[in-house]
């Protein structure tokens, strides 16, 4: 007896003890995604450069950020299906190798349409991050997940530093074609790291059922193509795409005759959606998992995110369009200004990222993301009553950051620990989706609110009027009380469940 008490005391020892090359791993992983998130900020202080440069409307550039999230949005499940199929590490280099090819077509970008094509391409190397999840799951012990994830998670927050810093100087000195050249060679490099270093388990390739063992059916190329639920791809696609077509045109004109079109867009997207969950009702292989959707845990944790992105990417822009707006409607910056007074909100959520799994060992995820609730709350307010002065946005940012930070970090530690192993990829893929919807989101629902515009005498054009900041400030509050009534939610189920 005493005998089996110390081989199960070492048995759990071990399950806690990390590898050399599992902390290398994360380590490569992480620089994926810092790779990929540097050009999420990278272009938002060259927001106002784009629509002079390519005489667009505030509505249209909100879309250089939403097309690429729309597609990260719709390719991310893809590839978690993909990397449950094929291999993790398989599904990780070409979307990398993709990427690439978006950078390059990015820098020579000469007009909007060349500019979103290549920003479209470009948003297929955000949906390498379920691949990178699943192969961080095979690689750490569970014991040692929440901490695998959370430095993973912070290499995301560094990725839009760095993104933000690196990109207003190379913006204000060479112009912003030059931000999507500079990545490519450190993406290359991340690219060869993975292809030497990176090791992964079995796939589902390499676990066959029990009927494929009796020789009752056969898993071959074929069979995995139909396997991918290109029908829910698209309704999906179509849903996304036409409301945020819809708002876009809100912000452009509502007169009668566009009246008409933004009422058929959200039909069309509303028509799409449906169609989309009738699909997924009935295939064998969904793109989403609609069981996961009404899993207890995973819902809310889906809907943090969603309010996450949101929140983010509609305080981004906004920020910018205030640093860059002459005065009396702005700070009357540059693009590096408008780098600098987020700086704050970008460290904010890096150094919260990376002590969020330390907390989580100690308290649990849930009270993390009650607490990040409230500190996003208040930061909201503070933007609300406090923005005059790029020192004011630039504390208060930090404040809100730091609340953003432990609700995404809980809640990414919550979808990847409580989902069925065999469907991790699935899972995060899911998770991922709703969060690059919900960023997608964000742009276009700024650009709905700073469609308000106002004249300065003696300045040409207009600009945001002050009230517009105030609405996006006042709906980052009400998605923090979101977050909040959904963090109670998660505690009260998994009482229940304990």
């Known amino acids: 007896m005493i005998k089996d008490k110390r081989e199960k005391n070492n048995l759990i020892n071990e399950s806690a003890i990390v590898s050399r090359h599992a902390w290398l791993t994360l380590a490569i992983l992480s620089s994926t995604l810092l790779t990929v998130f540097f050009s999420e ?42 990397s449950d199929l094929y291999g993790k590490k398989k599904v990780l280099l070409t979307m990398l190798g993709i990427y690439i090819a978006g950078l390059v077509a990015g820098g020579f970008a000469d007009n909007i349409v060349s500019l979103l094509v290549s920003r ?101 190329i074929k069979n995995k193509f139909h396997s991918i639920d290109l029908r829910g791809v698209l309704s999906l696609s179509a849903t996304i795409s036409f409301f945020l077509i819809a708002l876009t045109l809100i912000q452009i004109d509502t007169s009668i005759n566009n009246l008409q079109l933004i009422i058929g867009s959200f039909a069309i997207s509303a028509i799409s959606l449906s169609i989309f969950v009738a699909i997924e009702r009935k295939m064998e292989n969904p793109f989403v998992n609609l069981k996961l959707l009404k899993d207890k845990i995973l819902l809310p944790s889906y809907i943090l995110l969603i309010a996450t992105g949101i929140t983010m990417f509609m305080i981004y822009p906004a920020i910018v369009q205030l640093v860059r707006s002459p005065i009396p409607l702005g700070f009357g910056g540059s693009s590096v200004d408008a780098a600098n007074v987020q700086l704050p909100f970008m460290i904010g959520f890096l150094v919260f990222a990376s002590i969020t799994p330390f907390i989580i060992n100690k308290i649990g995820s849930l009270k993390p993301i009650i607490i990040g609730g409230i500190v ?102 009400a998605l923090s009380v979101v977050t909040i009534v959904f963090a109670l939610l998660l505690k009260r189920m998994t009482s229940r469940i304990a």
């Open 41 to 82: 900020t990278m272009l938002l202080p060259a927001i106002p450069d784009i629509i002079v440069e390519f005489n667009i409307s505030y509505g249209t550039a909100a879309w250089i950020f939403s097309a690429y999230l729309i597609v990260a949005a719709v390719m991310t499940p893809v590839a978690g299906r993909l």
């Open 120 to 220: 479209i391409i470009q948003g297929v190397g955000l949906a390498a991050i379920p691949a990178a999840f699943s192969l961080l799951r095979d690689t750490f012990p569970p014991a040692k997940l929440s901490i695998a994830v959370g430095v993973f998670g912070s290499a995301y927050s560094a990725g839009s530093v760095i993104g933000l810093l690196v990109g207003a100087t190379i913006i204000q000195f060479f112009g912003w074609h030059t931000t999507f050249l500079a990545i490519v060679p450190f993406t290359v490099l991340v690219t060869l790291l993975i292809i030497r270093y990176v090791k992964e388990g079995n796939t589902l390739e390499e676990k066959p059922t029990l009927k494929e063992k009796k020789g009752h059916s056969k898993l071959n």
């Open 376 to 477: 996003s709350l208040i930061g909201a307010i503070g933007l609300f009553a406090f923005h005059s002065t790029g020192f004011e946005v630039s504390v208060i940012l930090a404040i809100l950051a730091s609340g953003l930070s432990l609700t995404m970090t809980a809640a990414w530690n919550l979808v990847v620990s409580m989902s069925p192993k065999e469907y991790t990829g699935i899972s995060v893929g899911v998770g991922a989706l709703l969060l690059f919807i919900g960023m997608a989101i964000g742009p276009a629902l700024a650009g709905v609110y700073m469609a308000n515009h106002e004249t300065i005498s003696g300045i040409e054009g207009s600009y945001p009027s002050s009230n517009s900041y105030n609405i996006v400030f006042l709906t980052a509050g």
